[in-house]
T-cell receptor, first 113, second 112 residues
């Protein structure tokens, strides 16, 4: 694929439901990052993966948030028991090994009713 | 950990004028400084980056300068055009694949 692919592009769900967001990085990119962007705000780091392991989970806002990556490729960000404050755009980025630039996907716009 | 401050938060310039956005960082180990442009409803896109072994880098109308001693770096856009209107984010990180730490963004409006 040409770039980082995220799905769904939009997700509307009721408060209390669980959601799964998917990121398919650029082929061959070993590093994968999740960020959250609230309306009109900056980019808040959530978690990053090097291969299948997550050296830094410090940005996850609560234990309702989790992420996994299998096969060194696709990653899933799961939010359990969603709250209205979880409404945001969730952006994924990937980069090759050794400090190359990060490239972003189009994001998933999550709306919690 | 790293902390990145970005100023101004909003900037309006006349078309054809120059725009300058400034960022400071706190971690002297940081050595990679990219700038991203985000148009409304779209993904952030890398427009230019600089590493700590150089002081300035140019790409057509865009340039970035880095002062390691003062721990600040700036984005310069010359001869601004309407399509330069967007939110610009600076970021910093140290070596390896550690996450970028972003500034809060600057909303640039280029007025005809």
């Amino acid at each position: 694929g040409a770039g980082v692919s995220q799905s769904p592009s939009n997700k509307v769900t009721e408060k209390g439901k669980d959601v799964e967001l998917r990121c398919d990085p650029i082929s061959g990119h070993t590093a994968l990052y999740w960020y959250r962007q609230s309306l009109g705000q900056g980019l808040e780091f959530l978690i990053y993966f090097q291969g299948n392991s997550a050296p830094d989970k410090s940005g996850l806002p609560s234990d309702r948030f989790s992420a996994e990556r299998t096969g060194g490729s696709v990653s899933t960000l799961t939010i359990q028991r969603t709250q209205q404050e979880d409404s945001a755009v969730y952006l994924c980025a990937s980069s090759p090994l050794r400090a190359q630039p990060q490239h972003f996907g189009d994001g998933t716009r999550l709306s919690i009713l | 950990g790293e902390n990145v401050e970005q100023h101004p938060s909003t900037l309006s310039v006349q078309e054809g004028d120059s725009a300058v956005i400034k960022c400071t960082y706190s971690d002297s180990a940081s050595n990679y400084f990219p700038w991203y442009k985000q148009e409304l409803g779209k993904r952030p896109q890398l427009i230019i980056d600089i590493r700590s072994n150089v002081g300035e880098k140019k790409d057509q109308r865009i340039a970035v300068t880095l002062n390691k001693t003062a721990k600040h770096f700036s984005l310069h856009i010359t001869e601004t055009q309407h399509e330069d209107s967007a939110v610009y984010f600076c970021a910093a990180r140290d070596s390896g694949n550690t996450p970028l730490v972003f500034g809060k963004g600057t909303r640039l409006s280029v007025i005809a």
